[in-house]
Structure formats: structure tokens, C-alpha cells
């Protein structure tokens, strides 16, 4: 497997503009998890989807950010307009079910992760 | 509420000595607990975990980790330190507790790890 997909790696916007990130999440995984990145603030989880499912978004910052999961293999966080503080790497995980035979339960499975500039 | 600390922003030794990087967790119930260690530019990879079982835990590496339940911890470590495992390494916990699975994790702000050659 190719592991998580992110999509782009790098992204340079000015401030106003639209953003999306792209996730494409191991396959038979069936949780799904964006998180960001920042020296100051560390690593905080955004969103957390269970079968496609929108569980736990209290990390989501305000109403600018927004993610969607319309199937098992994709998912997308959107920011919109964005902010020079939305400036950040956002990591996309996944994690397979418990039943999983050789999964190691509860393991997440970061991807390469996107950084994202505003300017 | 779940929580995970690591005392320690950044932690230096020196090659070939031993190294400990600390973490302390609070749960409800019972805990899984994971590392994770993160190399510049990239994503978190596993390193190790402890669900049950033995409370000395071995991982990728060369790494293993102590679960100790009266203290909560659960510290990284490593024999003889290499160059290469210059890092940041997070701590991670979860509620083994998790209804209808719910696999929230919550991560430590993590420790960086400097080995001087």
C-alpha cells in the first residue's frame, strides 16, 4: 500500500483565497483524522471521521474550515477565507478498524503532511 | 478526559549512551499508549505501543518503553543513542474505554531529541 496520500505538499495563498487539502486515506481504513501543526500550538486534531462519518469536529477552528469525507478513499479540508494564522502543516491520518487482522489497534498512520502559507 | 504530558521540550545525550524521553498520561479507565516519532519534513511514524500484556514493550529501532500503572508513565528508551534517532517523539494516549469506535488519541506536545555525535 501506498500509505496516506496528501495532496498538494506545499501550498502558497494569499490571504481571502480558498484552500483545499486533499486526503486519500489507506485503504480498509475506516477512521480518518486531520490534524495541524504549529510550533507554537503543537499538533492538534481538526476532525475525526469513523465510516465516512463526521464524529468529533470540536478542534475545528471556527467556521472557516470545513472537511468532508463523501467516501471511504477521500477526504478533503477546506479553509475558506483564509488567514496568515492559518499558516501551518496539516497532517491527514488514518487507522483501520479493531478487527483488522494484523492492524495494531488504534495505530494511526500519518501522511507526508501539506504546508500551507498564507500570505 | 484523556491527557498526556512530556516534561521535557528537548532532550540532548550523547552518542552510544542510554536515552529516556519522559511521558506521563491521565485516563479514566484503562490506557493504550503509543510513540510516535517524527522526522523533519515528514509525517509521525509508529514506533511502539502497549495495550496489555508485558509492561516492557519493544519497538521499531531498537526503542522500547516502560508502562508503569501506579506512576502513569510511560517513558521511551534506548540503550546505546544513535545519530540517526534525532527527532521529535510524541507521546500518545487512549481510553481503552472508547465507545462505539471512537479512537480519539490524544498526543503530548512531544520532545525533541538531540544525539551528539
Known amino acids: 500500500d501506498a500509505g496516506v496520500i496528501q495532496s498538494p505538499r506545499h501550498e502558497v495563498t494569499e490571504m481571502g483565497q480558498e484552500v483545499t487539502l486533499r486526503c486519500k486515506p489507506i485503504s480498509g481504513h475506516n477512521s480518518l483524522f486531520w490534524y495541524r501543526q504549529t510550533m507554537m500550538r503543537g499538533l492538534e486534531l481538526l476532525i475525526y471521521f469513523n465510516n465516512n462519518v463526521p464524529i468529533d469536529d470540536s478542534g475545528m477552528p471556527e467556521d472557516r474550515f470545513s472537511a468532508k469525507m463523501p467516501n471511504a478513499s477521500f477526504s478533503t479540508l477546506k479553509i475558506q477565507p483564509s488567514e496568515p494564522r492559518d499558516s501551518a502543516v496539516y497532517f491527514c491520518?488514518?487507522?483501520?478498524?479493531?478487527?483488522?487482522?494484523?492492524?495494531?489497534?488504534?495505530?494511526?498512520?500519518f501522511g507526508p503532511g501539506t504546508r500551507l502559507t498564507v500570505l | 478526559a484523556q491527557s498526556v504530558a512530556q516534561p521535557e521540550d528537548q532532550v540532548n545525550v550523547a552518542e552510544g549512551n542510554p536515552l529516556t524521553v519522559k511521558c506521563t498520561y491521565s485516563v479514566s479507565g484503562n490506557p493504550y499508549l503509543f510513540w510516535y516519532v517524527q522526522y523533519p519534513n515528514r509525517g509521525l511514524q509508529f514506533l511502539l505501543k502497549y495495550i496489555t500484556g508485558d509492561n516492557l514493550v519493544k519497538g521499531s529501532y531498537g526503542f522500547e518503553a516502560e508502562f508503569n500503572k501506579s506512576q502513569t508513565s510511560f517513558h521511551l528508551k534506548k540503550p546505546s543513542a544513535l545519530v540517526s534517532d534525532s527527532a521529535l517523539y510524541f507521546c500518545a494516549v487512549r481510553d481503552i474505554r472508547g465507545s462505539g469506535g471512537y479512537q480519539k488519541v490524544t498526543f503530548g506536545t512531544g520532545t525533541k531529541l538531540q544525539v551528539i555525535p
Open positions: 491520518a488514518s487507522s483501520p478498524p479493531s478487527v483488522m487482522r494484523g492492524e495494531i489497534r488504534g495505530t494511526q498512520y
